[in-house]
T-cell receptor, first 112, second 116 residues
């Protein structure tokens, strides 16, 4: 099925550990986004990409890095996880010139 | 900078009641898009509607209706004859057409509980 796939769906990390969240889309979309969702705060933009090889900071980028080496994949990295990064992470994509965003099903990350 | 405010944190109604979810937005762009998403307890985001800033016609889809008023920068969502399955968190969001990122900016969400 076409869409946005996030891997993994759940993860528990210890403080200080690192991990990478993978977002993959098969719709040839140019734009990709990483959001985090925290209770009472809606979704906030972490980083985004407007095309292969490009990335930029969003509203809450600290503690995260991203890469978009291939157009279909957008990776979100946590180099040294902190409890404050406990959240649900959503990836989204959209094509150029269209405002039809497609969201992944989310990754629930807990940092203990 | 764009901003979306959903002042109602939680709403509780009894089944079959009508309920309106408020959304107020701020933007300096003249071209923008407004959205509503539903997030049921399962956690995924379900797209409900998209509206561009040049189309102020109200829209009705079954029990759902949306009232867009540019004069008050509001894009309110009404559920008529609510059902238990409508229980979810509802997000209003805005995307400015001219920004480089063209990202969605979300409100903080309204938790709707429909009681049987």
């Amino acid at each position: 099925n076409a869409g946005v796939t996030q891997t993994p769906k759940f993860r528990v990390l210890k403080t200080g550990q690192s991990m990478t969240l993978l977002c993959a889309q098969d719709m040839n979309h140019e734009y990709m986004y990483w959001y985090r969702q925290d209770p009472g705060m809606g979704l906030r933009l972490i980083h985004y990409s407007v095309g292969e090889g490009t990335t930029a900071k969003g509203e809450v980028p600290d503690g995260y890095n991203v890469s978009r080496l291939k157009k279909q994949n957008f990776l979100l990295g946590l180099e040294s996880a902190a409890p404050s990064q406990t959240s649900v992470y959503f990836c989204a994509s959209r094509p150029t010139g269209d405002w039809g965003y497609t969201f992944g099903s989310g990754t629930r990350l807990t940092v203990v | 900078a764009q901003k979306v405010t959903q002042a109602q944190t939680e709403i509780s109604v009894v089944e079959k009641e009508d309920v309106t979810l408020d959304c107020v937005y701020e933007t300096r762009d003249t071209t923008y898009y407004l959205f509503w998403y539903k997030q049921p307890p399962s956690g995924e985001l379900v797209f409900l509607i998209r509206r561009n800033s040049f189309d102020e016609q109200n829209e009705i889809s079954g029990r759902y209706s949306w009232n867009f008023q540019k004069s008050t920068s509001s894009f309110n969502f009404t559920i008529t004859a609510s059902q238990v399955v409508d229980s979810a968190v509802y997000f209003c969001a805005l995307s400015e057409a001219l920004g480089s990122a063209r990202q969605l900016t979300f409100g903080s969400g309204t938790q709707l509980t429909v009681l049987p």
